[in-house]
């Protein structure tokens, strides 16, 4: 059913086509609904559920009692129609028995207070009754399902994230720092403790950091950076450990059935590149604010693809129509569920899951979207909608199955530069990682370059074009590989706050920016950062163009002055830089521009590599490559607009989606949030 991908370490489900479903809770309902439930998959086109991701209470009603006979219907009824299985171990929700009889399985909150039962997403990571039962149901569940017929893919818990600060965490925490820093020493070194008289003399005197000890004003306000790094570095190690944990007992009853759990694309408290080797294949959950623009869920796709080396992932959750989390949660519009589906499907998703197939009755999900609501009706206009993509799916069978993306432009994702910049006193708390990486992202996609997002660590030489935004600390041999990205031609890009700090967020002894300093040919020695109304206005070229936030003062050792400031006592001294390093090039930006100086700037840097896309002048139309195992390419274009877009066809091609055949040069229209899967050879 499944074969390994050795080169880049990821194993996919296999199927024919692409799978079409997602969360479904039968447990919830009488066998009728359950008959009801299959009539109108079939009727969308759905063949894929995933279950059992809540149902611990009812398959281990007691510590030393399972019952099966739920799922086990479950699984039968979804093998019989012919359906798949994505089986959750379930662990994410404790049962209440559980929290009562072991509390140590609740977390300690950032404020010190330990959690009674309630909720779900609410077990310590280092409780071991929790450590010993959730790798125990794990190991029940494979041991009666690994040869089920329905067994597509394991997922395992969900959604891991949160902190807890219990002793049991800071016991493990203590350990976790020996095995990092070795000594006292250079943990005091590392943490540069003897700021504040924080030297520590025994293991024992180190403390989670919490609003008890290091922190004030919540979790983005610490004393000391080092040590909170390393809480959430060390968080991240924990809850992994969960995740191996019941990874392991699954592999022991089946060596071969795909093993994910599902992500959140951006989400800050995991590091997911420590995640990423020990998932078979990555899946995440999409839920992006409707009024953000499509470029961001593009983002999040493109940081899950990079997980695995740019091998494809599941979209594992979305809604069909509507969330219910938020404080006001707005409706999809007519074509949006397709649009955003096939955007997904665009950036590398090999999966379309929902959250969820039917509505829950009770609780606080009961207006949450759904493929089937509480009317049961198959003629509403969700249902129609999602029947709709049932079948076009269907259509395009697996010609994307496995397609890779060629892309030439990387982009550096790192949760240590994330986590540094937003923990940091100064020199400001506006800046927020996410909307400068996103800003670049962004410019790089609407000029129609493909873009991988990577970690630090990631092979670079496939690359002409290397995006640092807001990279603050720097790792390793990350200098001389960016070196090595412009000594072969290609251009390297950082912003301000780039290179700042080393790995325990230390300055760098050194002019900023740092390692990076003989690569950009400048010297900073001083930055002003101000309020957001405060506007430096910017000359780009021809361009007029505004930033904000914060402005280094430059000195140029060796680039030239591509943009300079227009107000205050460094107007005139350079905002944006240019460094000519052997053959390629390298820039500097020394403020947070606005998205125009941005888009500027990255599509100079892209021309000069030919990766202007051929519909670049078309804002409002996405595009995005594949390219399969047989070769076959694949441009997606997608218009995010509600009018339509006149597009010529730059190639001839066939839309998969009509099976109309253009020739290059052809007039090609794409209704208003339409989409076209341009095939050539
Ligand atoms: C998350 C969870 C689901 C559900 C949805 C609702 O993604 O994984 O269980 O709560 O949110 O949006
Ligand atoms: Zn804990």
Known sequence: MTAPDRAHNSRLPRTGKIPYGGDYNPEQWPRQVWEEDHRLFTQAGIDTLTVGVFSWSLTQPAENTYDFTTLDGILDRAAADGRHV?????????????????????????????????????????????????????????????????????????????????????????????????????????????????????????????????????????????????????????LLGCFTAEKEAIRAHDPDTPVTTNF???????????????????????????????????????????????????LMEQTPSTTACRDVNPLRRPGELRLATWQAVAHGADAALYFQLRASRGACEKYHGAVIGHSGRDDTRVFGEVAFLGGELTEVGAVTLGARTPARTALLFDWDS???????????????????????YRAAREAGAD????????????????????????????????????????????????????????????????PLAPLMGIRVDEWDARPEDVVQPIQLGELTTQARLVF?????????????????????????????????????????????????????????????????????????????????????LLNHAREPAHLTAHTSATDLLTGKRLGQGEALTLDPLGVAILRSQ
């Not at 506006?430 to 670049?440: I, K, W």
């Not at 400031?565 to 947070?592: C, L, M």
């Not at 888009?599 to 051929?614: K, M, Y």
Request: aromatic fraction near 12%.
């Open 86 to 238: 994505c089986l959750a171990t379930g662990t994410a929700a404790l049962p209440p028995w559980l929290a009562k009889k072991h509390p140590d399985v609740n977390r300690t909150d950032f404020e010190g207070r330990r959690h009674r039962y309630g909720q779900r997403h609410n077990f310590c990571p280092s409780s071991p009754n929790y450590r010993r039962l959730a790798p125990a149901v794990a190991d029940r569940l494979a041991e009666r399902y690994a040869s089920h017929p329905a067994l597509l893919a394991w997922h395992i818990n969900n959604e891991y994230g949160g902190v807890c600060y219990c002793d049991l965490c800071a016991e493990n925490f203590r350990d976790w720092l020996r095995a990092r820093h070795g000594t006292l020493d250079a943990l005091n070194d590392a943490w540069w403790t003897t700021f504040w008289s924080h030297r520590y003399t025994d293991w024992d005197e180190i403390e989670p950091p919490s609003a008890l000890t290091e922190h004030w004003r919540g979790p983005d306000h610490t004393a000391f950076q080092g040590i909170t790094l390393d809480y959430q570095r060390f968080m991240t190690d924990a």
């Open 552 to 636: 280094e003062i430059v000195q140029l050792r060796g680039a030239e002055p591509v943009a300079t400031y227009g107000a205050d006592f460094y107007a005139g001294t350079p905002a944006v830089t240019r460094n000519a390093f052997d053959a390629g090039e390298a820039w500097y930006v020394a403020t947070a521009l606005d998205q125009p100086g941005v888009d500027h700037i990255v599509r100079r840097i892209l021309a000069r590599h030919d990766l202007i896309g051929p519909y670049a002048d078309h804002r409002t139309v996405e595009t995005a490559t594949r390219v399969a195992p047989d070769g076959t390419r694949l441009l997606f």
């Open 418 to 440: 994330w986590w540094a910049l937003e923990i940091s006193d100064g020199p400001s708390r506006l800046v927020r990682y996410t909307d400068v990486v996103h800003a670049y």
């Open 264 to 314: 959140m694309g951006a989400y800050r408290p995991l590091d997911y590149h420590r995640w990423a080797p020990h998932l078979d294949f990555a899946s995440w959950d999409n839920y992006p604010p409707l009024d953000a623009p499509p470029s961001r869920p593009a983002l999040a796709h493109d940081l899950m693809r990079g997980l695995k080396d740019g091998a494809p992932f599941w």
């Open 451 to 514: 873009v991988d997002v990577v970690a630090v660590t990631a092979d670079l030489t496939p690359y002409d074009v290397v995006l640092a935004p807001v990279l603050h600390l720097v790792k390793q041999d990350l200098p001389q590989r960016l070196e090595a990205v412009a000594r072969r031609g290609g251009t390297v890009l950082a912003t301000f706050l780039t290179a700042r700090s080393d790995e325990h967020d230390r300055a760098f002894l050194a002019d900023v920016p740092g």
